[in-house]
C-alpha cells in the first residue's frame, strides 16, 4: 500500500503514487517508489531525508530533467489538475520557466559563464513574456534589486566569475522567477553557502513566496533550514514516504517515525540546553540492496520482525499527519 493522495481540485501541485527506476546495466531497480504529497498555492513544503532517499529525482522528475538512465514509471504529477507526464512531457515543456522554474544547488554550473548575468535573467522574459530587449533588461535591473544585489545597474553587466558565491546565487534565484512561475522548486540552494549568506537566501525565498503567491517545494536534508522556511514537510527514506505532516511544527514537537525522530535527534539546536547529538545507527541501503518490509527497519530501534514483512500501510493517525510505521510514536491518547 503506498502513500497515495487523493486528487485536489485546490492543490497546485499532487504527486500521485510515484516511481522511478534507474538502469543500473544488468538490471532496473526502483529509486522512488510510491511517493505522494500535494503542495498548495502559497505553500512552502519541505522535502527531505539522507542522501539516496529520492528527494532531487522527484524533483526532477516535476521539472522533465531526469538522467537519461532514470525513467518515471508510474504515478502522476499533477500542476493545477493537468499531469505533467501525459502526452509525452508537452505540458512539461510548456510550463517550464514560465508556471514553473527549478533552482539548482550550485550556480557555477547553472549559469553560464560566457554571458552576463543580466541576459540570462533577461532571456527568460524575452523567450517566454516577449518582452522587448531594452524592457527585458530593465525588468532584469529590477529582479536583480528584488533579491537583494546591490548596485545591479552595474553588475547587470558582470560575468558570473566576477560575482561571489552568494551573489550568483542571487542570480540564478533573479532568472528562475523572471517570468513570475506558480510553482519554485529547490534543490539544495544554499548547501554550498555559509551560514550567514543561507539565512540571507531562506529570508529570499519566503519573501518571494509571499510576493509572487507561488508555491515552494524545498529538497534538503539540513531539518534547520525546513524549521526556518516550510509550512509542511514529507520525510523521505529509501524511495518511500516515511511521514508527513500539513503542520511542520507538530511534526517537529512530537514526530510519529523513529525515523523523523532519528534525524531530530541528529540536528543541532541553538536555542533550549546544549545536548548530545544522536548519531543514526548503520547507513542508508544503497539502490541495489533495498530491504523488504520497512527500509529502515535494519536501523530502528522499534522494529519487529513483521517491520520486514511486506509493504508498511501508510496511514493517517492524526489530523494532518501521516505514517508509513507499525510502531509509531504515538502519544498518549492517540491509539493507532
Known amino acids: 500500500m503506498t502513500g497515495a493522495v487523493a486528487h485536489d481540485p485546490g492543490s497546485l501541485l499532487e504527486v500521485i503514487d510515484l516511481r522511478i527506476a534507474v538502469d543500473l546495466g544488468d538490471r532496473e531497480v526502483a529509486a522512488v517508489d510510491g511517493v505522494s504529497f500535494t503542495l498548495a498555492p502559497g505553500e512552502a513544503r519541505g522535502l527531505v531525508g539522507e542522501s539516496g532517499s529520492g528527494k532531487s529525482l522527484t524533483l526532477r522528475a516535476i521539472m522533465g530533467l531526469l538522467p537519461g538512465n532514470v525513467r518515471v514509471t508510474g504515478g502522476q504529477i499533477l500542476f493545477r489538475g493537468r499531469d505533467l507526464l501525459a502526452d509525452g512531457g508537452q505540458l512539461q515543456q510548456q510550463v517550464r520557466g514560465r508556471g514553473i522554474t527549478m533552482i539548482f544547488q550550485e550556480p557555477a554550473v547553472a549559469l553560464n559563464p560566457v554571458m552576463r548575468v543580466g541576459e540570462q535573467i533577461s532571456d527568460g522574459l524575452v523567450q517566454h513574456r516577449g518582452l522587448g530587449r531594452r524592457e527585458a533588461r530593465a525588468q532584469a535591473v529590477r529582479l536583480m534589486d528584488l533579491v537583494g544585489i546591490p548596485d545591479p545597474e552595474r553588475r547587470i553587466n558582470a560575468y558570473p566569475h566576477e560575482l561571489s558565491g552568494g551573489l550568483r546565487q542571487r542570480v540564478m534565484i533573479a532568472a528562475g522567477v523572471a517570468c513570475e512561475p506558480d510553482l ?46 516550510c509550512d509542511s514537510v514529507t520525510v523521505l527514506y529509501s524511495g518511500q514516504v ?9 511534526v517537529f514537537a512530537r514526530p510519529f517515525h523513529p525515523y523523523t525522530d532519528a534525524l531530530i535527534g541528529a540536528t543541532p539546536r541553538i536555542d533550549g540546553p546544549i545536548t548530545r547529538l544522536q548519531a543514526i545507527p548503520g ?15 535494519d536501523r530502528c530501534p522499534r522494529a519487529t520482525e513483521e517491520c520486514a514483512e511486506g509493504r508498511i500501510p501508510f496511514a493517517e493517525l492524526d489530523r494532518g499527519r501521516r505514517s508509513a510505521c507499525l510502531h509509531p510514536l504515538l502519544p498518549a491518547g492517540l491509539v493507532r
Open 242 to 250: 516515511m511521514e508527513e505532516g500539513d503542520d511542520l511544527r507538530s
Open 283 to 297: 547507513t542508508a541501503p544503497a539502490l541495489q540492496d533495498r530491504p523488504s518490509g520497512c527500509p529502515f527497519h
Open 184 to 229: 519554485i522548486l529547490c534543490d539544495e540552494p544554499t548547501t554550498a553557502l555559509d551560514v550567514t549568506v543561507q539565512d540571507q537566501i531562506l529570508r529570499l525565498f519566503a519573501h518571494l513566496r509571499d510576493e509572487l503567491g507561488a508555491g515552494l517545494l524545498y529538497v534538503t536534508h539540513d531539518l534547520a533550514v525546513v524549521a526556518q522556511l
